[in-house]
């Protein structure tokens, strides 16, 4: 079955740097979309960037300018940079999949578009 296993959250001060990994199996990961959500306490989960299987990008607002999402199909994995980061960029990141979305035409979409999720890591960030 499709597993998707985040890692390399953490705490970091504002301005620092951190690099989450998604580790995925169960499915054919190169035909897939993927991508990075959050949550932070109290507000609705939100795309931050996605990559299709073309490689396309898309970046939320927030995150263009300071985030790279990347992915590499010979291992199976996905990361996003996040460089400068910023005390509301605190929140739990989740990694997401689906066969059929493309944010090429759609944009990052909402978490009703992704059919697969993780579990998340906590990224925090002290000013």
């Known amino acids: 079955q499709v597993r998707l296993v985040e890692s390399g959250g953490g705490s970091v001060q504002s301005g620092g740097s951190l690099r989450l990994s998604c580790a995925a199996s169960?499915?054919?990961?190169?035909?897939?979309?993927m991508a990075w959500f959050r949550q932070a306490p109290g507000k609705e989960r939100e795309g931050v960037a996605t990559?299709?299987?073309?490689?396309?990008?898309r970046y939320a607002d927030s995150a263009e300018g300071r985030f790279t999402i990347s992915r590499d199909n010979s291992k199976n994995t996905l990361q996003l940079q996040m460089n400068r980061l910023k005390p509301e960029d605190t929140a739990i990141y989740y990694c997401?999949?689906?066969?059929?979305?493309?944010?090429?035409?759609?944009?990052?979409?909402?978490?009703?578009?992704?059919?697969?999720w993780g579990q998340g890591t906590q990224v925090t960030v002290s000013s």
């Open positions: 997401a999949a689906d066969p059929y979305f493309r944010s090429a035409v759609a944009g990052i979409g909402g978490p009703f578009d992704w059919n697969y």
């Open positions: 169960g499915f054919t990961y190169s035909s897939y979309s």
């Open positions: 990559i299709d299987s073309d490689s396309t990008t």
